[in-house]
């Protein structure tokens, strides 16, 4: 019985380290995590969560290389509250939606575009030389 007994406590005490690295793995990429949670449910929500990760990585480097492929009058931006989660970073994640900018956060953008975008209030031009923004 008490072989039976430390069996079974040897197996929650893995349960619960498992769940520990989990949880702690899923702090680290940014996702929320419920309480209720099993480790299945963590496991799966950690994998979505670097699918997702790895979705954003890849048009994130796409769309740079298409930046810096083509050369146009370009200008720094910054974000501003009424900007926030306004302007898309042109990143569309199925199921989550598009990633936006926050405020304080930089963009480049065409200059007739960030000019539209600063006369609505929603940034602020922080240059105005097209060679600082490369």
């Not at 997702?52 to 050369?71: D, G, R």
């Amino acid at each position: 019985m008490t072989d039976e007994l430390a069996a079974a406590e040897a197996i929650e005490t893995e349960k619960e380290e498992t769940r520990k690295a989990l949880h702690k793995e899923a702090i680290e990429i940014g996702l929320k995590v419920d309480k209720r949670w099993g480790n299945d449910k963590l496991l799966e929500e950690i994998g979505r969560k670097h699918t997702e990760l790895a979705q954003i990585k890849a048009v994130t480097n796409a769309q740079a290389e298409i930046k810096s492929a083509t050369a146009t009058d370009t200008v720094v931006c910054r974000i501003l509250p009424l900007g926030h989660e306004k302007i898309s970073k042109g990143i569309h994640i199925p199921g989550v939606g598009d990633l936006c900018y926050k405020t304080g956060d930089t963009m480049t953008a065409e200059r007739s575009s960030a000019e539209r975008l600063e006369k609505r209030g929603f940034v602020e031009i922080k240059n105005a030389d097209p060679q600082q923004a490369a």
